[in-house]
């Protein structure tokens, strides 16, 4: 048990909808980073949010956004979903200057 | 971009026997993590080190920060260890981002 919970466990969606992701981070963990795992791959660094503000981002297009809030939540939000967003998606929390990162169960996310 | 490289992909094992998993590195860190990912999604961080050795019961992990390489061992393989097993650096190397993951060695241990 990590104390990450993601939200919803399982999604379908269709092409070109918008989608919301949820992650409930730790008490305390000031820190959250998404990734994406396509099946059979590693996770993708998609973005990290400190103190509510994008902190750093990786090769993602602007479609993928995210939101964080003073109570330890996150969400990930993708607009205009194309079949290749179809993935896992990742998060975990962290308190600011400790890398040692606390992992969701993920959210599948089907794009039909 | 760190680029994190593991070997092998793939490796089917027989219980009992030991087991390295390798990873490598590009840019110079100061910690690195070994995690383990069952089907379904979920991944649990096993280990984050920044120097020498680590150990949690069966599980050591090794680092070589000049070398930029680490290696994950399993002593006394179980059926229950099949998973597969990632390591993951700092995205830029340091500083507050990110991981970059390798690509996972899946592993499997026969009774």
């Known amino acids: 048990e990590t104390g990450v919970t993601q939200s919803p466990t399982h999604l379908i969606k269709t092409r070109g909808q918008q989608v919301t992701l949820r992650c409930s981070s730790q008490?305390?963990?000031?820190?959250v980073s998404w990734y994406q795992q396509a099946l059979g791959q590693g996770p993708q660094f998609i973005f990290q949010?400190?103190?509510?503000?994008?902190?750093g981002r990786g090769n993602f297009p602007p479609r993928f956004s995210g939101l964080q809030f003073p109570n330890y939540s996150s969400e990930l939000n993708v607009n205009a979903l194309e079949l290749d967003d179809s993935a896992l998606y990742l998060c975990?929390?962290?308190?600011?200057?400790?890398?040692?990162?606390?992992f969701g169960q993920g959210t599948r996310l089907t794009v039909v | 971009k760190n680029e994190v490289e593991q070997s092998p992909q793939n490796l089917t094992a027989q219980e009992g026997e030991f087991i390295t998993i390798n990873c490598s590195y590009s840019v110079g860190i100061s910690a690195l993590h070994w995690l383990q990912q069952h089907p379904g999604g979920g991944i649990v961080s096993l280990f984050m080190l920044s120097s020498g050795k680590k150990k949690h019961g069966r599980l050591i992990a090794t680092i070589n920060i000049q070398e930029k390489h680490s290696s994950l061992h399993i002593t006394a393989s179980h059926p229950r260890d099949s998973a597969v097993y990632i390591c993951?650096?700092?995205?830029?190397?340091?500083?507050?981002?990110?991981?970059?993951f390798g690509k996972g060695t899946h592993l499997i241990i026969q009774p």
């Open positions: 949010y400190y103190r509510e503000e994008e902190n």
């Open positions: 008490s305390g963990h000031n820190t």
């Open positions: 993951a650096a700092p995205y830029s190397g340091g500083g507050a981002d990110g991981l970059t």
């Open positions: 975990a929390s962290s308190w600011e200057g400790r890398q040692e990162a606390f």
